[in-house]
Every structure is written in structure tokens, then in C-alpha cells.
């Protein structure tokens, strides 16, 4: 069932955020110290976004040390629901208008005299056979979560960057060999990291290998290997396969409205602010230096007050701090 907090009604809005992750939730409760009317529409079932697959002790953010994603997200939550603030979950854009700030979801038109872009990032996937249907069969895309139930088991890890070798070493700890498999020899992990796995005898590090399929019955037994240089295949048994290759922006919805980079991600200046006018981006979707909850939190803030400042420049909002 849909959660509807504080009966965001259809209408017009101040500001509708799009986006329920840490940057959405910051942006709604930072328009709401600034006295702007907001809602804020989230596509899932729940508020989170990547929180909600953040299976460690997250030790970086000031004040909380929660054992997981989602008891921080569950802070975040309890927060905008005792202020009140308007939210829904479960809301699926169908429609996006970023000229006129309509959005059209679940039969409903929200209209905002601007709009905060939060849409966040998801895990990439590679888009193989067997990847989606072996997914919880052999397939996993987090080693922090998953690790204990492939305790005993052979398996490998696709990717080169800091996700992929922690990855490969947590898995060490219960695996008997861990094979990490990366597409090239330039890693992108932190060296110290990739000097432990080199020198762990359960880890066996391949380059220059792309994983083009995933095979087995009921559950992962084998995949294909095609050398990136001889274009020759080759079949690895194989219990498990983790799959940890970075992010990639939610912005399929903002395609032809509004500049992206050549990665998706949407471009913003130094105040947020997109290409389009009222329409400022916020998270992960922008590609921030730092991918972090802090660097997501922050957005929030800084793209809530540049509206504020915007609206109140053009006469239709005047700042009340509360
Ligand atoms: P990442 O740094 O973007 O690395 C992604 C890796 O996946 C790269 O090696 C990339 O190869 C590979 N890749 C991408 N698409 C691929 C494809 N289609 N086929 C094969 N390989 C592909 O992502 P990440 O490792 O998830 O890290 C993301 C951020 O989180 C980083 O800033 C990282 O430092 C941070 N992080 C921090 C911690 C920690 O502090 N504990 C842990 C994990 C991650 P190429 O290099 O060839 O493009």
C-alpha cells in the first residue's frame, strides 16, 4: 500500500521534489524551515532511495551512528513525519513537464513553481543473460548483506573499483577462492585495498575479462568470460557472482528536457540551478564529487535555499525562517 503523509493534496506547490533519498529528504525539510510549500513524491514503496541498500555501520555521518541504511532513513522518516511535511511513496511519474513544472503520477497533476530533482543513482548492471534471473540464486549485488549465505561456496566478483575489492575481501573472510574479475588492468579501487587482495591467498585477481552470461538450473553454476583483447571465451565454474560496478543516475524521465552529461547525469551550477529555469537538481543524480549521504544532505540544503532565494527575487515567496 502506498504511504501518503500529511495529505499532500494535488495541486500547486512552492516546491515539488521528485526523489525520496537522503537529498529529497533534506531538500523538503529545509523548504519547510524556509517557509516553502513542498511536497515530495517518491516512485518506490518507501522512503530510502540507496539507503535502503546500505547493509553496514554507517560511521560518517555526524551524530548518528546507525547499523545500517535503513535506520537512518527510518530517522529521516520519523523526522518530516512529526514536522508534518507532505510526502508520497509509491508515486510513479508517468509524466514529466520540467517547462510548465507538471508532473503527472498515479493519476494525479502536481504543479510546482519549481521543481528539486533528487531522483538519485542505482546500482549498474551489466544487462547480460542470467543476470536479472539468477538474481538472489547465485547473483548478488552486495557482499556486506549476502556474504554468510555463500560462506563455503567458490565465487567471483565483477569490477575494479573500491565496492569490488572490499567486496572480494569480505567474501575472503568466508569463501574458500574468490575470483575478481575486472574488464581492464587500470583499477579504480584504493591501492592499499587492492594490495590486501592481491596478497590474500583465497583471492585470484583476472583483468582484461568482460563477463558476457550467466548459466546453472535452479541456481548459478558457471558463466562466460570473453578476453577484452583476443575476443576468445571461456566457462568458469562458479557457486556466486557479485556484481559491483559504481552507479548510474535515474534521469531516463528528464531525457530531451534538460541538459545532462554524457553519462545522464544531470548538470548543475554551483547554486543547483539546471539548464532549465526553476529547476535545480540535488544528489546523486548531479554526480557530486563526493558520493556520500553528507554530500547528498547538503545538496539538499543548498538547492532548497536557491529557490527560496529565486522565489523570493521574482516576488511569489517571501523568506520566513522559522
Ligand atoms: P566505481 O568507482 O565507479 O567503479 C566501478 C567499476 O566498475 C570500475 O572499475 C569500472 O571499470 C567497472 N565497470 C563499470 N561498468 C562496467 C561494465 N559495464 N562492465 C565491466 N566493468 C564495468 O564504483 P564503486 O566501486 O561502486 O565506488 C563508487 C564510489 O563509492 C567511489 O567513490 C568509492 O570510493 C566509494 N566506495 C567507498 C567505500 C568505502 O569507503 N568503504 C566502499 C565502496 C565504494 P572501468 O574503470 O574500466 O570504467
Known amino acids: ?37 513542498a511536497v515530495l513524491l517518491e516512485r518506490s514503496p518507501e522512503l530510502g532511495g540507496q539507503l535502503l541498500v546500505l547493509y553496514h555501520r554507517i560511521i560518517d555521518y555526524p551524530g548518528l551512528l546507525p547499523e545500517n541504511g535503513r535506520i537512518l532513513r527510518n530517522e529521516f522518516e520519523s523526522q518530516i513525519t512529526t514536522l508534518g511535511l507532505a510526502f508520497r511513496t509509491g508515486c510513479k511519474i508517468e509524466r514529466l513537464d520540467l517547462e510548465r513544472l507538471e508532473i503527472f503520477a498515479n493519476d494525479a497533476r502536481f504543479k510546482g513553481r519549481s521543481v528539486i530533482v533528487a531522483t538519485g543513482a542505482r546500482k549498474r548492471r551489466l544487462g547480460i543473460p542470467g543476470e536479472n534471473e539468477f538474481e538472489g540464486k547465485g547473483v ?107 552507479i548510474e543516475p535515474n534521469t531516463e524521465l528528464l531525457k530531451g528536457q534538460v541538459a545532462l552529461d554524457d553519462e545522464g547525469y544531470l548538470l548543475v551550477d554551483s547554486k543547483l540551478r539546471t539548464s532549465l529555469p526553476r529547476v535545480y537538481g540535488a544528489g546523486d543524480v548531479t554526480r557530486p564529487v563526493c558520493l556520500s549521504i553528507a554530500t547528498a544532505v547538503g545538496h539538499g540544503a543548498i538547492a532548497a535555499k536557491a529557490v527560496a532565494e529565486e522565489l523570493r527575487k521574482s516576488g511569489t515567496h517571501e523568506y520566513s525562517a522559522k
Not at 10 to 33: E, F, R
Not at 212 to 221: A, F, K, P, Q, S
Request: hydrophobic share 40%; glycine share 12%; aromatic share 4%.
Open 140 to 246: 548478488s549485488f552486495s557482499a556486506t548483506r549476502d556474504h554468510a549465505e555463500f560462506a563455503g561456496r567458490e565465487v567471483v566478483v565483477i569490477g575494479g573499483g573500491d565496492s569490488a575489492v572490499e567486496n572480494s575481501l569480505i567474501l575472503a573472510r568466508v569463501c574458500p577462492r574468490v575470483t575478481l574479475i575486472h574488464r581492464n588492468d587500470n583499477f579504480r579501487a584504493r591501492p592499499e585495498w587492492i594490495e590486501e587482495a592481491g596478497s590474500n591467498p583465497r583471492i585470484e585477481i583476472r583483468t582484461g575479462l568482460l563477463l558476457r552470461e550467466i548459466l546453472g538450473g535452479n541456481v548459478v553454476e558457471r558463466i562466460i568470460l570473453e578476453d577484452v583483447s583476443l575476443g576468445s571465451r571461456e566457462t568458469l565454474k562458479t557457486q556466486g557472482v557479485f556484481i559491483r560496478l559504481g
Open 1 to 37: 500500500m502506498n504511504r501518503v503523509a500529511a495529505k499532500p493534496e494535488t495541486g500547486m506547490y512552492d516546491v515539488v521534489v521528485i526523489g525520496g533519498g537522503p537529498a529529497g529528504i533534506s531538500a523538503l525539510l529545509w523548504c519547510n524551515s524556509l517557509g516553502l510549500r
